[in-house]
T-cell receptor
Framework: DTGVSQDPRHKITKRGQNVTFRCDPISEHNRLYWYRQTLGQGPEFLTYFQNEAQLEKSRLLSDRFSAERPKGSFSTLEIQRTEQGDSAMYLC????????????FGPGTRLLVL | GNSVTQMEGPVTLSEEAFLTINCTYTATGYPSLFWYVQYPGEGLQLLLKATKADDKGSNKGFEATYRKETTSFHLEKGSVQVSDSAVYFCALSGGAGGTSYGKLTFGQGTILTVHP
């Protein structure tokens, strides 16, 4: 079991640039979640997929954010025209629907927007 | 909507002391409740969970009981170790209908430091 992996682990970008993060879930998991965590706070839900379908999006996910899971396996989260307020840890988690909803988290991608 | 409130932190204890971290929640229906732990430099790990009222989750000496009457899920450990130093998050999923089922709602986290 390789667990959930995320790439890159760290990203520094300038305001206005676009960034893309990748998440590889546990292979047999059909649900995939994205969360955002800022310093001193708990993670906040952004969006989730069941297989390739995006089933729910938070109001936190502005139109600059887009997520995809094209083949129901890995997922990407893109932020366009980054702002300093986007600086945070972006967490990915996966679970097996019907498996008690235990979510397994990746190590996260830390984004710093200068 | 759903919400989780954790006790204010940080918490500093001596080794072998008793630990309680309070967690209360707001949700309709019957959510599942979780405690996650984040050790320094590591990702979030599930510590324990309970899926229905009066269930007790336990792991690594930690326990929490799902109390629907008080909407609480307090984390306890009888004798903490230095290696328990971490950030602890209470979370819930479900309980408010199909649109929110699956996603986790987290508390703000409690930093625990255990001294030798």
């Amino acid at each position: 079991d390789t667990g959930v992996s995320q790439d890159p682990r760290h990203k520094i970008t300038k305001r206005g640039q676009n960034v893309t993060f990748r998440c590889d879930p546990i292979s047999e998991h059909n649900r995939l979640y994205w969360y955002r965590q800022t310093l001193g706070q708990g993670p906040e839900f952004l969006t989730y997929f069941q297989n390739e379908a995006q089933l729910e999006k938070s109001r936190l996910l502005s139109d600059r954010f887009s997520a995809e899971r094209p083949k129901g396996s890995f997922s990407t989260l893109e932020i366009q025209r980054t702002e300093q307020g986007d600086s945070a840890m972006y967490l990915c988690a996966s679970s097996f629907a019907g498996g008690g909803e235990t979510q397994y988290f990746g190590p996260g991608t830390r984004l710093l927007v200068l | 909507g759903n919400s989780v409130t954790q006790m204010e932190g940080p918490v500093t204890l001596s080794e072998e002391a008793f630990l309680t971290i309070n967690c209360t929640y707001t949700a309709t229906g019957y959510p599942s409740l979780f405690w996650y732990v984040q050790y320094p430099g590591e990702g979030l790990q599930l510590l324990l969970k309970a899926t229905k009222a009066d269930d007790k989750g336990s792991n690594k000496g930690f326990e929490a009981t799902y109390r629907k009457e008080t909407t609480s899920f307090h984390l306890e450990k009888g004798s903490v170790q230095v290696s328990d130093s971490a950030v602890y998050f209470c979370a819930l999923s479900g309980g408010a209908g199909g649109t929110s089922y699956g996603k986790l709602t987290f508390g703000q986290g409690t930093i625990l430091t255990v001294h030798p």
